[in-house]
């Protein structure tokens, strides 16, 4: 079997979901398992919160299928609403919140017929300007869909765009502009993703949205996830397949765009591109080899990539490489590679196996 393996701690997802519901004491939550639950595979991490959490969020109603198949009492709320109108028949019998985020999304609700009323989550533009009604058009969809049939809850949404930025001005101006809704009559009112969970009380409303959090890994450049009591949830663990010494002025891999500066000692990993590990990486990225940190050397192919051994002349084959986990922070990688451990997780690739750890 090839020696590379998503390893997956469930316990401690289960910790950092706690963790949020501590920093906003009283307020529910919304696990946000949408992209295969960032990667670490839906399934098993819904079976493992359901019980514990007030409930789910998708970005799709084939997710929200999914989730609902595994558990039937939380709530799953569907982030961007239905994309065509055929979804919302299925998501009445599927019992889903259902975020509405725009002019044709109303009337498409409103035209339905459904075996029961949904939860709406009318989204705010607060300024992020990718989904939701300017505050104006909102207060008149207000009232329609108070009104209307299709609705149980009618519920308040927005979503920061700079909550990882603390002080960003847009942050404040965001708050203010939901809080200025307020005078309406709604249910239920949530804003806070991650980000805001930890660093914006202010923010917190009724119900908060923790994702990248609840993986462990931080949604701050700044501020690592130990820091923020996060523990990582998956570990991304290889084997060194071969180790040769090559002479100075010798390159390594494709490209040959790498070169020894002096006689060196060039493992080769069992983790490549196609597993998702990215392939911008550049020479000196940190991987872990034996518990010690050693610089990736050359460009990352495929199936494989090399790190530079010199500094560990014991190292050999089948000798355990750590890609990112609990030695090696996934943000501290995606800050190497100039991306973020939102998008490491999400594209560990199908073929890389998972295991769980309860
Ligand atoms: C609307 C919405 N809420 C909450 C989240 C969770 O955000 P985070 O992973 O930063 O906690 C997302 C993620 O993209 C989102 O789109």
């Given amino acids: 079997m090839r020696p590379l393996i998503a390893a997956v701690d469930l316990s401690a997802i289960r910790h950092n979901y706690a963790v949020a519901k501590r920093c906003a004491p009283g307020r529910q939550a919304f696990a946000v398992v949408k992209a295969n639950a960032y990667g670490h595979g839906v399934r098993e991490v819904v079976t493992s919160l359901r019980g514990e959490v007030d409930g789910f969020a998708v970005a799709s109603l084939e997710e929200a299928a999914e989730v609902r198949a595994l558990d039937d009492r939380s709530r799953v709320l569907l982030l961007e609403g239905c994309f065509e109108p055929g979804e919302y028949p299925l998501a009445a019998q599927l019992g889903l919140d259902l975020v509405v985020q725009g002019p044709e999304q109303v009337e498409a609700l409103l035209a339905a017929s459904l075996s029961r009323p949904l939860n709406v989550w009318l989204k705010l533009d607060s300024g992020m300007h990718r989904l939701g009604f300017a505050a104006d058009a909102l207060r008149q969809c207000h009232a329609r869909l108070r009104a209307a049939a299709q609705v149980a809850e009618l519920n308040l949404i927005s979503h920061f765009a700079c909550a990882d930025l603390r002080g960003h001005g847009l942050n404040e101006d965001q708050l203010e502009s939901f809080l200025g809704l307020l005078d309406l009559d709604f249910d239920q009112r949530s804003l806070a993703n991650s980000a805001a969970i930890l660093t914006m009380p202010a923010a917190h409303m009724d119900w908060v949205r923790p994702g990248i959090m609840l993986y462990g890994a931080s949604p701050f450049a700044d501020l690592g996830a130990a820091e923020l009591g996060l523990k990582p949830a998956m570990s991304l663990s290889a084997q060194l397949i071969a180790v040769r010494e090559v002479a100075a002025g010798e390159s390594v891999g494709y490209g040959a765009a790498w070169e020894a ?82 998008e490491l997780l999400t594209k560990v690739t199908a073929r890389v196996p998972r295991r769980y750890l309860a």
């Fill in 261 to 342: 500066a002096r006689p060196s000692r060039i493992g080769t990993v069992s983790c490549g591109y196609a597993d998702g590990y990215p392939r911008h990486a550049p020479s000196g990225t940190p991987v872990v080899v034996n518990g010690r940190r050693v610089p990736l050397v050359g460009r990352v192919s495929m199936d494989m990539l090399a790190v530079d051994l010199s500094e560990l002349p014991n190292a050999k084959v089948g000798d355990p490489v750590e890609l990112w986990g609990a030695q090696l922070p996934v943000d501290e990688l995606a800050s190497a590679c100039g991306t973020i451990g939102y």
